[in-house]
């Protein structure tokens, strides 16, 4: 890794505009069969990220809480994860596991995530890999308890994240993206891919 941040390795750069370039194409196939939504939180708000995924799960949230689906909210099954992907986690991980669900994050201009832990997968000793593509995004990383002091690092397309062990269940969270810094997306935005092993 170029930088890590309290456990969280960082791959700054990894993927080169091609290989950028590639993924979105496999990722523009995931949307297709299952288009991008915005979930509701347990509370009623809307959430201002966009989501779909691949794999054996999805990631859904309604006012009845966080949770893994086996279906899309339109009734279908999520898409493969991409091959591309996969590789991805392989090399990254040296994991023969291979992830259960391919979380798509979009951001739109404005959109952001506020502080949370990721703690609706059965075991947390799996590693979690992230792929961000597109404009650049301030992430931010905390504690496993709330509050105390956080640290930031502006994430740029192309680079790749991996946690593992103690730092799994650190609260984080994207304060805001700098809409339009990359050409990427001709629509502009950020796109992150959370891979992650859920049962
Ligand atoms: C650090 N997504 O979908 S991914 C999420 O950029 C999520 O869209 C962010 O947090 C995004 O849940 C960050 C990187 C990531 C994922 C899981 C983590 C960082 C993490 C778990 C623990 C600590
Ligand atoms: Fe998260």
Redesign the pocket.
């Known amino acids: 890794p170029t930088l890590t941040l309290r456990g969280?390795k960082i791959w700054q750069g990894l993927l080169d505009r091609p290989a950028q370039e590639a993924l979105l194409e496999d990722l523009r196939a995931v949307q297709r069969a299952a288009p991008l939504f915005s979930p509701e939180t347990r509370w009623g708000k809307k959430m201002s990220?966009r989501m779909t995924s691949a794999g054996k799960y999805g990631?859904y949230s309604d006012r009845r809480g966080y949770r893994y689906e086996r279906q899309h909210p339109s009734g279908v099954d999520w898409p493969p994860i991409p091959d591309s992907v996969l590789r991805l986690w392989s090399e990254l991980t040296g994991l023969e596991r291979q992830p259960d669900c391919c979380?798509v994050?979009l951001?739109g201009e404005g959109a952001k995530?506020g502080l949370?832990?990721?703690r609706d997968e059965a075991d947390f000793s799996w590693p979690?890999m992230?792929v961000?593509l597109g404009d650049e995004?301030l992430?931010r990383?905390g504690n496993e308890e709330r509050g105390g002091k956080t640290e930031s690092v502006w994430?740029k397309s192309g680079d790749v994240?991996t946690?593992q062990g103690p730092?799994?269940?650190?609260?984080?969270?994207?304060d805001r993206i700098r809409f339009g810094s990359s050409t990427l997306l001709a629509q502009g935005g950020?796109i992150?891919l959370?891979c992650r092993v859920v049962d």
């Open positions: 969280v990220v990631w979380l994050n951001y995530m949370h832990q990721d979690v992230s961000s995004g992430f990383i994430l994240l946690l730092s799994r269940l650190l609260h984080h969270g994207v950020r992150n959370t």
